[in-house]
Each structure stands twice: as structure tokens, then as C-alpha cells.
T-cell receptor, first 116, second 114 residues
Framework: NAGVTQTPKFQVLKTGQSMTLQCAQD?????MSWYRQDPGMGLRLIHY???????DQGEVPNGYNVSRSTTEDFPLRLLSAAPSQTSVYFC???????????????FGQGTRLTVV | AQSVTQLGSHVSVSEGALVLLRCNYS??????LFWYVQYPNQGLQLLLK??????LVKGINGFEAEFKKSETSFHLTKPSAHMSDAAEYFC????????????FGSGTRLQVQP
């Protein structure tokens, strides 16, 4: 099993450009989410999905879009990149609520994004 | 809304010394609690997770955490630090609302001195 795979690992964007961060998992997890990690702030939830076709906003959704057409994939789109979106982005997946509240999340290796 | 507080953004210990990383949660209902570790330029790896009814939870790499409801704490400890323990540690919580999202603390960077 590859687990959670994120691409690319590094990306530099110019202000105003758009791009998609890819995330794929091969564990048949229903729940997937995107976090951003900034120094001293831990990880903050951007968007999440409880299953194919269902997405919702997290704590810091502005400037990002998501869709979930399959169980495996959960791409994150930056519509018009801004320097404030410079961060490390992590995708995570876990089993659904039926698996119990203490089911852990599995994380990808992260995408380091710089917006200049 | 639930929150997680990690006291101390940086902790430095000598090799062989006790490691203590602090985590307090704020929730009227004890949440599900986790500790994750992040090595440089890597993703987050689960160290341990709280199991309902337990007070002491054992994890990987010799780490353990004690749940104290009266103090709303879930501190992480290791009796003897190793150089390979140098990393950033995150405490996280989830309340049983049906959402899978985790709420993270701000992280504690552990430095181990030779």
C-alpha cells in the first residue's frame, strides 16, 4: 500500500496563478481532508470530504476549492495564488464515523508551496 | 469549540533525560486525543491515541501519554530521550460530532542534546 500520496512535493507560483495539489489514497477511506501548516499555528483544516460527491469547508477555506469525484482522489485547487497561501499543505484520510471516534488520520508527505 | 493547547513551542533535553511534552484540551466532553510526530520534511506519523477508559496509553518508540480528566490534560512522556526523538510533536483532538476533522495544537519542537 502506498497510503496517502501527494504531488507535487514542491511548487513555486507567481501571485495570481492557479494550480491543483493532488492527493490520492489507496486505503478505501471515506474521509479525506486538507490542512495547511504554518509556523507556530499547527495544522489548520481547509476543506474536507466525508465521501465521494460530498465536501465541506473547514477552518480556513477562502481561496481554495475542492471536489471529490472518486473515493481515492481529493484534489485541492488554488484559484488565484496569493503570498498568504505560502505554506506546507497536507492531505489526510481516515475511515468513516462507523469505525469509531479514535480512528487515526493518515497523512501524506506534504506539498511545500511558495507564492512569490 | 474545542481547542488544544501545547505549552512550550520548544523543549530541549539531554540524551537519556526524561521527555515531557504538555497538552491540554478544552472541551466539556472528553474528546478523542492523539499525539503525532513530524520528522523534518516529512508528514505526520501517529505516536499514540487515547482509548476511552484508559489513563495511560502506550505508543511507538517508547512514548506514552497519561490522560487526566480532572486536569483536561494528555501529556506525552518518554523516560529516556534518544537523539532520534528530535522532531516536532503535535497533540490533536476530535470530538464525537460525526466529523472526522482533527483540531491540532501549535506543536512542540523537541531538541535532544548529546
Amino acid at each position: 500500500n502506498a497510503g496517502v500520496t501527494q504531488t507535487p512535493k514542491f511548487q513555486v507560483l507567481k501571485t495570481g496563478q492557479s494550480m491543483t495539489l493532488q492527493c490520492a489514497q489507496d486505503m478505501n477511506h471515506e474521509y479525506m481532508s486538507w490542512y495547511r501548516q504554518d509556523p507556530g499555528m499547527g495544522l489548520r483544516l481547509i476543506h474536507y470530504s466525508v465521501g465521494a460527491g460530498i465536501t465541506d469547508q473547514g477552518e480556513v477555506p477562502n481561496g481554495y476549492n475542492v471536489s471529490r469525484s472518486t473515493t481515492e482522489d481529493f484534489p485541492l485547487r488554488l484559484l488565484s495564488a496569493a503570498p498568504s497561501q505560502t505554506s506546507v499543505y497536507f492531505c489526510a484520510s481516515s475511515y468513516s464515523i462507523g469505525a469509531g471516534g479514535n480512528t487515526e488520520a493518515f497523512f501524506g508527505q506534504g506539498t511545500r508551496l511558495t507564492v512569490v | 469549540a474545542q481547542s488544544v493547547t501545547q505549552l512550550g513551542s520548544h523543549v530541549s533535553v539531554s540524551e537519556g533525560a526524561l521527555v515531557l511534552l504538555r497538552c491540554n484540551y478544552s472541551s466539556s466532553v472528553p474528546p478523542y486525543l492523539f499525539w503525532y510526530v513530524q520528522y523534518p520534511n516529512q508528514g505526520l506519523q501517529l505516536l499514540l491515541k487515547y482509548t476511552t477508559g484508559a489513563t495511560l496509553v502506550k505508543g511507538i518508540n517508547g512514548f506514552e501519554a497519561e490522560f487526566k480528566k480532572s486536569e483536561t490534560s494528555f501529556h506525552l512522556t518518554k523516560p529516556s530521550a534518544h537523539m532520534s526523538d528530535a522532531a516536532e510533536y503535535f497533540c490533536a483532538s476530535r470530538t464525537d460530532t460525526g466529523r472526522r476533522a482533527l483540531t491540532f495544537g501549535s506543536g512542540t519542537r523537541l531538541q535532544v542534546q548529546p
